[in-house]
């Protein structure tokens, strides 16, 4: 499993606000981008993806700018993860949908470690196993509707977001201080 630059840029946007000196204080995406030399276009697409699912506010105008709208305590790394990341197929006949709905009673599903966040209470991100047979003539793989390797891979996956989900924003910036060091002293 590999996540996506969208991801990595999502989670460092995050740790960048959640160590600023002042957490009160607005930030700007050029800040951002240039404290970890990223493309600032690139940045905006994702800053305001992580402004419409609430984790950060932002604030227009001339003295505008952005911060986190939750604690780090209250931001779930496997749920960020599966909101923003686009593509969970490790293989090319591996599906996953990805939709926002109630936690199913199911095995084929990861899940979501409850949060505080009223949004998050009332709605939870599962990850499913799609059955692929319709899709076998468009993926070309003779052996897709009978493939047990489809369910060895979906149980890795569903372990690797079980691991995202024991760990929240403030766990990844206990060291905040070093984070700082390098983030804002420059």
């Known amino acids: 499993m590999r996540l996506t630059n969208y991801s990595d840029y ?8 959640a160590t600023k000196p002042d957490p009160y204080l607005l930030a700007n995406i050029s800040d951002i981008a240039n404290s970890y030399n990223i493309s600032k276009s690139h940045l905006t697409k ?42 969970f197929a490790l293989v090319e006949c591996f599906a996953t949908d990805l939709s926002i709905t109630p936690k199913p009673d199911s095995d084929n599903s990861v899940a979501n470690i409850d949060s505080d966040h009223e949004e998050n ?18 993926v070309g793989c003779v052996i897709s509707p009978v493939c047990q390797l489809k369910q060895v891979l979906f149980e890795a996956l569903t372990a690797f977001i079980a691991v995202l989900e024991r760990y929240t924003l403030a766990d990844i910036i206990s060291n905040e201080a070093e984070l700082a060091e390098l983030l804002f002293d420059k």
Do not use: C, F, M
């Open 10 to 17: 999502a989670l460092r946007s995050l740790i960048y606000l």
């Open 46 to 87: 994702i800053i305001h993806q992580l402004g419409q699912l609430g984790y950060i506010d932002s604030v227009r105008g001339k003295n505008g700018g952005i911060r986190l709208a939750r604690a780090p305590k209250d931001i779930n790394l496997g749920v960020l993860i599966k909101q923003i990341e686009p593509d």
């Open 121 to 138: 209470s009332a709605k939870d991100v599962s990850l499913t196993l799609v059955d692929e047979v319709a899709q076998t003539a468009r």
